[in-house]
């Protein structure tokens, strides 16, 4: 299997396929919420009210570890817009999470549940932790603690935190706990549960779901059917993993993966489900998956197939790696993968991206439907959940699609719009802004 290994790369950080890219998370959303600002022609003194987040909270988090020492963390929420519901938005664990990356991701949570045409705002949180160097109760300790900082800004009609990397639904099991012992039994304080706890079925899987009827939708419109489709999943976690199983089971062909540790790829298929057992219930590493060859994790751009998914950080995808993707659409799982310089590759070569406020709402859709459920304390069946997911994600795909096919732009200009248009309609009718 041919590849082009970049020359004395040694490790990821010096192959520049496969470092971040260098404009940051922030400054690539600002880039496409000031061209989409500009091309609606709304006035400029109102710019900075969707420009910047309506509340930031910076919460130091001292905690004693199983190694005995006091370890300080910095923690963030950040509230981005409130005007079409309660803020709404995961919380992240990962070493190099600052506050620009959250307040990125919180106004993206913004123009992405305006796109699914949810009833929430925009939020987003993160603590600065490496989780790889902690013990399960060292973990707990880290969020618990987090809880208790940030509570006095969170509600279930004020702003309803989620699970993001590296934070699943154990971690919102106790984060639920810690608001409960304040506020007493409150589930819909935090969405992506474990089942046990309220927790909506089909969350688990929703947002790789959301992004696997996203594709179907754009691969309908070039003629690509799933049984002749091959993929490369780049971040093979939660997002990552569920949507290649599904494409799976759709009968499309995964032939390259990857993880924070590295990256693999056989031509002839890697099975999903075997994949992400041997991870998960194993134990295994990805790049030790039998019947896999080990590859860089830059040489995962180089690995040709019709659909790429980036499901791992932002930034992933710039330009010195896209010229070198040999596909037809990428579908961003993740937040922010694509630097503006990638894009534009993307636009020349006509590489159908679907962007991720469409591509990964399903997650926030699901939340939704989870938050719902909790205030009702009603249970509704995966089935139904699946269903009610596919329409909000069909009806967003054909919104963003609409827009971007009647002025010739691609789909993230057109979800932009749309995303815009909804925020400011909500802020105007409320009287936030004249
Ligand atoms: P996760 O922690 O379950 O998985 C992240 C995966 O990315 C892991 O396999 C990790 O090893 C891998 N990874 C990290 N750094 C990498 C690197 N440099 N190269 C390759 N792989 C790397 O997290 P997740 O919840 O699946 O989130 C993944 C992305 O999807 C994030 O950008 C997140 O913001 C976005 N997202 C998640 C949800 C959700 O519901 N979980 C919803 C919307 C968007």
């Given at each position: 299997m041919a590849s082009t290994k970049t020359a004395a790369a040694e490790s990821p950080l010096d192959d520049p396929r496969s470092r971040r890219a260098r404009v940051s998370d922030l400054e690539v959303v600002r880039h496409h919420f000031d061209w989409a600002w500009d091309h609606l022609a709304l006035p400029d003194d109102i710019r900075q009210v969707f420009w910047e987040p309506y509340r930031e909270v910076s919460v130091q988090i001292p905690v004693k570890l199983s190694d005995g020492k006091t370890h300080v963390y910095q923690g963030y929420r950040i509230q981005h817009n409130g005007a079409r519901g309660p803020y709404k938005g995961g919380i992240r664990f990962h070493q190099e999470v600052d506050i620009d990356e959250v307040r990125a991701l919180a106004s993206m949570m913004t123009w992405k549940t305006a796109v699914a045409g949810v009833p929430f705002g925009g939020a987003k949180g993160g603590v600065n932790?490496?989780?790889?160097?902690?013990q399960k109760s060292d973990l707990q300790k880290i969020a618990r603690s987090f809880m208790d900082k940030v509570e006095k800004v969170l509600g279930p009609t004020r702003d309803i935190p989620a699970p993001d990397v590296n934070t699943n639904a154990q971690v919102m099991a106790w984060m639920m706990d810690e608001y409960g012992k304040l506020h007493?039994?409150?589930?819909?304080?935090?969405?992506?549960?474990?089942i046990a706890l309220e927790?909506?079925?089909g969350r688990e899987a929703a947002t790789g779901r959301g992004c696997v009827f996203m594709y179907r939708e754009a691969a309908a419109k070039i003629g690509l059917s799933p049984s002749e489709t091959t993929f490369s999943v780049q971040g093979y976690g939660n997002v990552g993993s569920w949507a290649a199983r599904i494409m799976q089971d759709l009968g499309a062909k995964m032939v390259a993966a990857s993880d924070a540790w590295g990256a693999i790829r056989n031509d002839d298929g890697i099975d999903a489900n075997e994949l992400h057992r041997h991870i998960t219930v194993e134990g295994g590493k990805l790049s030790e998956f039998p019947g896999a060859e080990a590859i860089s994790a830059g040489d995962l751009f180089e690995v040709p197939c019709d659909v790429f998914f980036p499901a791992a950080l932002g930034g992933m995808i710039h330009e010195d790696n896209a010229d070198l993707m040999k596909v037809k659409m990428v579908v961003?799982?993740?937040?922010?993968?694509?630097?503006f310089k990638a894009d534009e590759i993307f636009e020349s070569k006509g590489i159908v991206v679907i962007p991720d406020l469409m591509a990964n709402a399903g997650g926030v859709t699901c939340s939704y439907f989870e938050w719902v459920q909790n205030l009702q304390h009603f249970r509704w069946e995966e089935r139904e959940v699946n269903d009610k997911l596919g329409k909000v994600m069909r009806k967003a795909y054909r919104d963003c699609a609409e827009r971007a096919e009647a002025e010739k732009l691609s789909l993230r200009k057109g979800a932009f719009l749309v995303a815009i248009e909804r925020v400011i309609e909500a802020s105007r009718t409320r009287g936030y802004i004249e």
């Open positions: 932790v490496r989780v790889e160097d902690l007493g039994h409150t589930p819909a304080i935090v969405t992506g549960k474990p927790g909506s079925y961003e799982g993740a937040n922010n993968p694509t630097s």
